[in-house]
């Protein structure tokens, strides 16, 4: 399995931006999607977001639509999220995950990259 790596975490105040960044290890990957998700404190983890690797469209959770965006470097095996006008509520340890092919779960996941918004 692909190794991702997610970095960019940190704090910020709400109403910040913040861009995540997940690097998948291997040059050459087999991915169909790649999704981020995250783990609040006390709270199952949620889907976030996500990106087909070939077309490049996107697909956002409703708590985060409008303010969040993801996009895919093919060149760089590296999938950001963009997140902007941050809310204490979006604090959380976020991943990314890979989908290798359509139909499958998200296999390979990163080891997280914690985002914590003050208010």
């Known amino acids: 399995q692909v190794q991702l790596a997610e970095s960019g975490g940190g704090l910020v105040q709400a109403g910040g931006s913040l861009r995540l960044s997940c690097e998948a290890s291997?040059?050459?990957?087999?991915?169909?999607?790649m999704g981020w998700f995250r783990r609040a404190p006390g709270k199952e983890r949620e889907f976030v977001g996500l990106v087909r690797w070939s077309s490049g469209s996107t697909h956002y959770a409703d708590s985060v639509k409008g303010r969040f965006t993801i996009s895919r470097d093919n060149a760089k095996n590296t999938v950001y999220l963009q997140m902007n006008r941050l809310k204490p509520e979006d604090t959380a340890i976020y991943y990314c995950?890979?989908?290798?092919?359509?139909?499958?779960?998200?296999?390979?996941w990163g080891q997280g990259t914690q985002v914590t918004v003050s208010s």
């Open positions: 995950a890979n989908q290798a092919t359509a139909g499958m779960d998200f296999r390979s």
């Open positions: 291997e040059r050459t990957f087999s991915t169909y999607t």
